[in-house]
């Protein structure tokens, strides 16, 4: 046996040890139960005190010894309940569990089977809840391996080696946009030079002249302000001038129409524009 071997030996012992001693511990702190002033009989306790030590053994295995088989893992619960079962019949002094010691012969023989039928239930319950089938995938073999591609050898001075890869061409694809675009720039460099030629500038070159004229933004002139020749608005009198606030005309001192003033604004009114209101036409508190 190889040093892995023994180790892995030893971790399954110290797992099952820990199982055995969970399902111990559960079935001690079950009997605390019986010693509360609860209203159920005590054969309900008895019974729900074995399947708890059942479904302790059994969700321990299965979370301590998830990686190994089924049937192993049950044959750890039951070993774990057996043990569990026989120091809860000690504890209890023969009232719950198995009495291998035969300790307490009153007990019947038949209260130990049907205490490990119990337990094993719920172990295997346990153990079985809540897992999802298996799934099986089928893989096909390959029967021909893939093939090697192999680096391309070197050619013979001799002859060509024709290939299925298709060289790309030498001379590059001009296209119609890039053509009519060298043609411009020919055109406009050409046009350039005779424009220097000829003792006018030539057409061509004065055409090219009005593009970069008309390309140009326009600047607009800003003139200078000028002062208005306008008569102002505001005229300076000497004498002052008063207007009647309900027709908007003028009131003299010896007015035809007459003249009201009002007593409290001192406002000028026409005589027969006073009588149609009554009152002045400014607002404030009328004390005409």
């Avoid at 110290?14 to 055995?20: D, G, N, S």
């Avoid at 049907?114 to 079985?128: D, F, H, I, T, Y």
Wanted: charged fraction near 20%; proline fraction near 7%; glycine fraction near 8%.
């Amino acid at each position: 046996m190889t040093i892995g071997d023994r180790t892995e030996v030893s971790q399954l012992l110290e797992r099952i040890a820990l199982v055995t001693l969970f399902a111990c511990a559960a079935g001690l702190v079950s009997l605390l139960f019986f010693m509360l002033p609860m209203q159920v009989p005590q054969p309900a306790l008895k019974y729900a005190a074995i399947a708890a030590v059942g479904l302790t053994a059994g969700y321990s295995t299965r979370r301590l010894l998830v990686t190994r088989t089924f049937y192993l893992r049950l044959l750890v619960s039951l070993f774990a309940l057996i043990v569990a079962l026989v120091v809860l019949n000690i504890a209890s002094r023969g009232y719950i569990g198995l009495n291998l010691l035969q300790l307490y012969p009153s007990t019947p023989v038949w209260d130990g089977g049907l205490s490990l039928l119990v337990a094993g239930a719920a172990a295997w319950l346990a153990l079985r809840a809540w897992t999802g089938p298996v799934r099986t995938v089928l893989v096909e073999p390959r029967s021909e391996s893939a093939p090697v591609i192999a680096p391309p050898a070197a050619q013979p001075a001799s002859g060509r080696v024709r290939t299925g890869v298709r060289r790309p061409s030498r001379t590059p694809r001009v296209s119609g946009s890039s053509l009519a675009a060298s043609f411009n720039t020919w055109r406009e460099r050409t046009a350039a030079r005779l424009s220097h030629l000829l003792p006018d500038g030539g057409g061509t070159g004065t055409a090219t002249r009005r593009r970069k004229a008309a390309r140009k933004p326009a600047k607009r002139k800003t003139q200078p302000a000028r002062p208005s020749l306008r008569s102002p608005e505001v005229q300076l009198l000497a004498g002052e001038k008063h207007i009647c606030p309900y027709c908007l005309e003028e009131v003299v001192k010896n007015d035809r129409r007459g003249v009201k003033i009002c007593k409290v604004c001192k406002t000028w009114h026409h005589g027969d524009c006073w009588a149609i209101t009554g009152v002045c036409q400014v607002p404030h508190q009328y004390v005409n």
